[in-house]
């Protein structure tokens, strides 16, 4: 079972996967809060402690210092324990530095000392801090099948066959049963996908809707049938964060267009996101951005906010951020250079969402420099930035009851503020009278589009239509073979049944004549004592009232497919083997004569799907059977007057004792 105490911290030491010298790794193991070292381990003794001790999580900062590729990391997670977990705690896609990450959790270690690095590991992975790597999907694929093959064989291979079937179907069923239980229990759902052969099964799927650590089926083999269970893989990895991230407040830049570009920074400058895409629609970006946190600020680099932006912003109630100047080419630059872009609009996104964090990182420092200790910092700056005073805020962040409303007189301002206010109308009204000239040459410039465009689609619309044409042809065509196919499919099942049966047909003919003919007895053959073989006798050749049947292999059978048999109403059953005491006593009770294949001479056909019998044969041991069965009635009504009479014998010796 696996320890939910045991964490393991892994880090290499020496060499590397890539060069000729097999590496080396330190290993750290936390187990109730004791810290075991392991120096200069090999990747096998490595494997060898994780079957021994089971842990919980495998904590590395980063994987590929223990695999080298998907293959071998697939590879090395199905040798795991089913609920152990490989983290890689500086993250999933994007990785950060194992020295910050610690520094930023208030742990310190020597980054040139493998040991202690394994440590911090564990110790993060131990905080929650991480994310899982995840190869497979939560669907388990479990297969039944043959241990061996049955190969060409000699007079028994048939019987041998048989049997491997019988037993693949057998734990089919097995599995199938317990699936069941635990779907039942667990709640997902399976399918199945099942091969029959000769005799039962020679493979049977289970596709199962659940991670393979809940279902609690191993693979392994049993005798001549095996059984494979594997979980399926994922096209790409997954990681997973260990915990959910905190939905913390975030700035969002966003640069609208054919080419729709985002970046996200939280409140402390640091990049969470930057993305672009031409594929990308309104609802998706809002999606997006919802995942990264709570948006306070949506930014764009162009003034006044485009449309599509401002959609945005009102999907979050937060607030609007557009420079009153355009931003030069440089200042972008300028802005995006230190976070890195793909692309000028990666560069626009990151440029918007900067210029606002950048005019207020002097204000968001000061704010949080006088936010007393036990409120929530982020939850103040926000409140502020949406418009309300510190004091207000932090008052209702630190008491349980809001406190009635004051009222503030308004202070009056005084003439520097005024005349400040005066200046910036007066800037905002000339920033407002170039962006109308601005509007007015991009209305002239979108109307010359307009009609170039109007003149494409009219040579577009020409040559679609002839391309139509075409398509439709071709597409009545394809419907056209798709119905020739299907009905030549059904002509071929329906020829392949006719064949069927004819060759039933034929089989019956031959069994009537040599009932007419009188000279020999047809014995119909059952190849072996199970519901299915007697059934497809049944159908093949037929079996009815006075029939001689011969039984090749009578082992197996119970009282239930001896009652079958003697239903319907045969005359004899020859059997070439012996016959389970159930079996045998239940035909007889039954009047159903059982006849040793020995004492009668069955010649067989050479299809070897139908026997004769001499009647003259048959009669006699028909006789014979009667014979010894009257005598063994006999010998039972004789045994069970002995024992009535021993029974009276007893009560009379207890009435005379008492």
């Known amino acids: 079972m696996v320890s939910e105490n045991i964490i393991f911290g892994i880090d290499i030491a020496k ?109 993060l992975a131990q905080m929650g801090i991480g994310y899982k790597v995840s190869a497979f999907e939560d669907k388990t694929v479990i297969k039944v099948s043959r241990g061996r093959s049955p190969g060409r064989g000699g ?52 596709l199962v809707d659940a991670p393979r650590s809940q279902l609690h089926i191993g693979s392994g083999k049993y005798g001549d049938v095996q059984v494979s269970v594997r979980s399926i893989e994922r096209d790409a990895l997954v990681f997973k964060p260990l915990k959910s991230k905190k ?97 000028n609009h990666e560069r626009d996104a990151l440029a918007a969402a900067v210029s606002f964090f950048r005019k207020n990182k ?22 502020v930035i949406r418009g309300r005073s510190m004091e207000s805020v932090i008052s209702d962040l630190s008491k349980p009851e809001p406190e009635e409303p004051k009222m503030h007189e308004v202070p009056e301002k005084n003439d520097a503020e005024a005349s400040h206010l005066r200046g910036s109308i007066k800037k905002y009204e000339d920033i407002i009278h170039e962006v109308k000239e601005q509007q007015e040459l991009l209305k002239k410039e979108l109307s010359f589009k307009d009609g ?20 439709k042809k071709d597409k009545t065509i394809k419907i056209k073979d798709m119905d020739i196919q299907r009905l030549q499919d059904k002509i071929s099942e329906k020829n392949k049944r006719i064949s069927d049966l004819n060759d039933r047909i034929h089989k019956l003919k031959r069994v009537r004549r040599l009932e007419i003919s009188g000279r020999v007895l047809p014995v119909k053959i059952i190849f072996s004592f ?20 011969l039984l090749k292999d009578a082992s197996g059978g119970g009282t239930i497919t001896a009652k079958i048999i003697a239903d319907f109403g045969v005359r004899a059953l020859i059997v070439c083997n012996e016959m389970s005491h159930a079996a045998e006593e239940e035909l007889f ?12 001479k069955v010649q ?29 009635r006999m010998i039972a009504k004789e045994e069970w007057l002995k024992s009535l009479v021993e029974e009276y014998r007893s009560v009379r010796r207890r009435e005379l004792k008492d």
């Not at 239980?181 to 099964?201: D, H, K, L, P, V």
């Not at 056909?605 to 009667?626: R, S, Y």
Request: aromatic share 6%.
């Open 15 to 123: 060499g590397s996967l890539h060069s000729k010298e097999k590496p080396g790794y330190a290993v750290v193991i936390l187990r109730n809060g004791e810290i075991e070292h392991h120096r200069m381990v090999n990747f096998h003794k490595i494997m060898r402690i994780i079957f021994m001790e089971k842990p919980s999580i495998i904590a590395v900062d980063n994987i590929y210092e223990i695999v080298s590729d998907k293959r071998d990391l697939i590879s090395f997670l199905q040798r795991l324990p089913a609920t152990t977990k490989l983290v890689q705690v500086t993250g999933g896609e994007q990785l950060m530095p194992l020295t910050k990450l610690a520094r930023e959790k208030g742990l310190s270690f020597d980054r040139f000392d493998p040991n202690a690095e394994a440590l911090a590991c564990a110790r």
């Open 155 to 206: 007079w028994s291979q048939n019987r041998y066959r048989r049997k491997m079937h019988g037993y693949v179907r057998q734990k089919a069923r097995d599995v199938e049963d317990h699936l069941n239980e635990q779907s039942r229990a667990r709640g997902f759902t399976f399918s199945r996908n099942i091969t029959e052969r000769f005799g039962g099964y020679s493979k049977a799927e289970f």
């Open 247 to 343: 939905r913390d407040y975030i700035i969002v830049g966003v640069d609208p267009g054919t080419t729709t570009a985002i970046a996200v920074l939280a409140l402390n400058g640091e990049l969470r996101m930057l993305h672009s895409s031409r594929t990308i629609s309104i609802p998706q970006v809002i999606e997006m951005i919802a995942e990264q946190g709570r948006p306070l600020v949506i930014a764009s680099d162009v003034f006044p906010t485009p449309n599509a932006v401002e959609k945005i912003r009102r999907a979050f109630n937060a607030v609007s951020s557009s420079p009153f100047e355009v931003l030069s080419a440089q200042s972008k630059i300028e802005f995006a250079t230190p976070y890195g872009y793909s692309n």
């Open 362 to 383: 002097n204000k968001l420092e000061q704010l949080r420099k006088k936010i007393p200790s036990g409120v929530d910092a982020d939850e103040v700056i926000a409140q």
């Open 452 to 471: 170039k465009i109007l003149e494409l689609e009219e040579l577009v619309k020409k040559q679609r239509s002839e391309v139509y044409k075409k398509l």
């Open 530 to 549: 199970t519901r299915d073989s007697i059934q497809k006798t049944r159908e093949t050749v037929g079996i009815k009232k006075d029939d001689i049947i």
């Open 589 to 600: 009770n039954l009047g159903v004569p059982v006849l040793k294949a020995m004492d009668v």
């Open 604 to 632: 067989f056909d050479p299809a070897e799907d139908l026997a004769v019998i001499d009647p003259d044969d048959i009669n006699n041991a028909l006789e014979e059977w009667d014979k010894n069965a009257q005598k063994r």
